[in-house]
């Protein structure tokens, strides 16, 4: 397993759309462990692999308390086959947007169908923080940030921070 480097906002790689796993092999595998160890030493609970600078269409969460043993998932290909009307609100935070956190709400439970880790078809009903954080990572894949939820004003100061931070550090 190799710990990789986090994208951050401004970086464009965020807002591309990624493509389909098209076969779940080693190299897949691979990477999903490479995500699960980036993930956790962040520390974080949710990874995609867009926020590594691949664009593929896969995630990694871990929604374990923390006092509570390690419970890894792997999402690849996951798509949202239903979502309730009812809404929870909850604080998000990024990897990809440091130390910043804001109230979004989302649908409250939503079944989403996946392939783990093996390739096997998988489809789980989620609720709760584990429905707020498949979402967050769905989205991911598809180009978009927790940030697109707030108002505009609050979304250009993020991103207007984060833009001078890299021009700072060079990353421009």
């Not at 593929?56 to 006092?67: S, Y």
Request: charged letters at 30%.
């Amino acid at each position: 397993m190799t710990k990789r480097s986090i994208v951050t906002i401004p970086d464009p790689v965020l807002r591309e759309v990624c493509a389909p796993v098209d076969t779940v092999d080693d190299d897949i595998r691979a990477l999903s462990d490479d995500m699960l160890e980036t993930m956790y030493d962040a520390p974080g609970i949710g990874l995609a692999a867009s926020q590594i600078g691949i664009l593929k269409r896969m995630f990694v969460l871990d929604v374990a308390k923390e006092d509570a043993p390690k419970e890894p998932m792997v999402f690849i290909n996951p798509k949202i086959v239903w979502s309730s009307e009812d809404l929870s609100v909850y604080q998000e935070g990024c990897l990809s947007i440091p130390e910043y956190f804001e109230d979004v709400e989302r649908p409250a439970e939503v079944m989403v169908q996946f392939l783990d880790r093996e390739g096997a078809e998988k489809e789980i009903r989620a609720n709760g923080l584990l429905a707020t954080c498949v979402q967050h990572e769905l989205d991911h894949l598809d180009g978009k940030l927790f940030i697109d939820y707030l108002s505009k004003l609050k979304r250009d100061r993020v991103i207007k921070k984060f833009t001078k931070q890299a021009k700072l550090a060079g990353k421009d």
